[in-house]
């Protein structure tokens, strides 16, 4: 059993983040960092409080971290506020993960992060993703999820985001052969970062730095299913 923590578990892909690592006998302990509140749960320790003290307040003791921890330019007010979370809040957080120990790191970044990239997003997602891979875990594993589908508590005003979810949904209620490959849905995205943790916890994997593409995400969780 291994202590486990977790950032961003209020987003789509973090909450199912949490559900499963709340069901895995292998999680001894559990820390979130949240701004709101979390459900219930004897194995989980809340850290709730200014995110600007997070990285201070990192705990001691965990063996794997994973951060789902993201929001949009219009949730945060612009590309600069966006930037101090999706990068910087990130970057600070793996830093504290690192000299506190932690020995694996998982990233939900996304589909086309590149840090030469000329566009702002991709290249913030890049940048990320080169600066944890630098800071050196015994493993860092990053997911590029595409389109998420799932149900949001609210679609802050996307209404075009809105419109190609309902379209992934439909084309997956016909194959999921027509989703997958350009959207997945946000349980699937969560299975697999878990279960890429325990594998790399756990000595399956080898690799000291993996990339899970769409492809990827699918296969791992399939597996977690016919395994559970």
């Known amino acids: 059993m291994s202590t486990f923590c977790l950032v961003g ?4 892909v973090g909450n199912n983040i949490l559900g499963t690592l709340c069901k895995r006998p292998e999680v001894n302990v559990l820390y979130a960092f949240s701004r709101r509140d979390l459900p219930l749960s004897d194995n989980i320790k809340s850290i709730r409080s200014d995110s600007s003290t997070w990285a201070q307040q990192y705990p001691a003791g965990v063996a794997v971290f994973i951060s789902g921890l993201g929001t949009t330019r219009a949730a945060a007010g612009g590309f600069d506020a966006q930037y101090r979370i999706d990068h910087d809040l990130n970057l600070e957080l793996a830093t504290a993960a690192k000299h506190a120990g932690t020995r694996v790191y998982v990233l939900i970044s996304s589909s086309g992060a590149n840090s030469s990239s000329l566009f702002g997003y991709p290249k913030m997602k890049g940048k990320l993703e080169d600066e944890v891979k630098a800071l050196d875990f015994d493993h860092t594993v990053v997911l590029r999820p595409g389109l998420i589908v799932g149900e949001r508590s609210s679609y802050d005003s996307r209404t075009a985001e809105y419109v190609l979810r309902k379209t992934a949904e439909l084309a997956g209620s016909v194959s999921n052969k027509l989703k997958d490959f350009w959207a997945q849905d946000a349980e699937v ?9 325990l594998d790399c916890l756990e000595g399956r ?3 000291k730095v993996v990339v899970l593409s769409q492809a990827g995400k699918s296969r791992i969780s399939k597996r977690e299913r016919y395994k559970h």
């Open 189 to 197: 995205i969560g299975k697999a970062a878990v279960r890429a943790a």
């Open 205 to 207: 994997q080898k690799q």
């Open 9 to 12: 578990s209020t987003g789509l």
